[in-house]
């Protein structure tokens, strides 16, 4: 099964490593954090303000698809994509290739922000005003954590198709990037307004996105089964021709 063959292979491990140092590169790192009490729930809001920093932002789109972007080229090169077609059958060949591409992003993501929590409640946590835990930072991670995570899955899977119709890793690896930072700088330089567009929106949502962000989680959701039914698209097309 791919995902087996993704959680033994170093570039996943790679990605995730560079993925949390990122949110610890994001961390805002203030004069309060050096007093004796806390405040209750810090490690939390810690992780969760390093995941809205301009350095996640910027990782995002590298390391969610690099372990699993180009691995339909790394097959093809490899000269064993073949076998297992034969070995699996075309429709179980593209189920796993596109199931384990979505998740691929997302688990990265995952696991540095889990790596990242428990970071800051080892560091942080023997200080906080434990017998007063408020609720709200516990749902405020929870929720920018899972954003990310599909942010990440629509990326790895945006990804496996610019490698499938592309031809490269190159655009495997850049073209998502490319698209991601352009929505950014549309939204800084010249449509201020169109906040729909903006992926630190997405990660963030200080806008009206309806009751309870409804819309930004659907937004989100649909934007990542789209890329990961385009993946499944383009390899359904490729795997015809052969």
Not at 16 to 39: H, K, Q, R
Not at 51 to 57: A, D, I, P
Not at 83 to 102: Q, W
Not at 138 to 153: D, K, M, N, P, T
């Amino acid at each position: 099964m791919d995902l087996k063959r993704m959680l033994r292979d170093r570039k996943f491990y790679l990605a995730v490593l560079v993925s949390f140092l990122g949110i610890l590169a994001g961390t805002t790192w203030t004069e309060t954090m050096t007093e004796t009490a806390l405040a209750a729930g810090t490690f939390l809001k810690l992780t969760t303000d390093a995941l809205k920093s301009k350095t996640v932002l910027f990782l995002l789109p590298v390391t969610a698809v690099f372990p699993y972007g180009d691995e339909y080229l790394r097959e093809r090169q490899g000269k064993f994509q073949r076998f297992l077609i034969i070995r699996r059958g075309k429709s179980e060949y593209c189920l796993d290739k596109v199931f384990t591409t979505a998740l691929s992003g997302a688990l990265v993501w995952f696991l540095a922000i889990f790596l990242g929590t428990l970071f800051f409640f080892l560091l942080f946590f023997a200080r906080e005003a434990v017998w007063d835990w408020p609720a709200e930072p516990i749902w405020e991670l929870l929720e920018v954590s899972g954003r990310v995570c599909l942010i990440a899955s629509a990326l790895s899977s945006l990804s496996a198709v610019c490698a499938i119709m592309g031809g490269t890793v190159y655009l495997a690896f850049g073209l998502p990037f490319v698209l991601f930072y352009t929505c950014v700088i549309l939204r800084d330089r010249y449509l201020e307004g169109l906040y729909c567009i903006d992926p630190a929106e997405w990660i963030g949502a200080s806008q009206n996105w309806g009751e309870g962000g409804f819309g930004l989680w659907l937004f989100l959701l649909l934007l990542s089964v789209g890329c990961a039914a385009l993946h499944a698209l383009a390899l359904i097309r490729v795997l015809e021709e052969t």
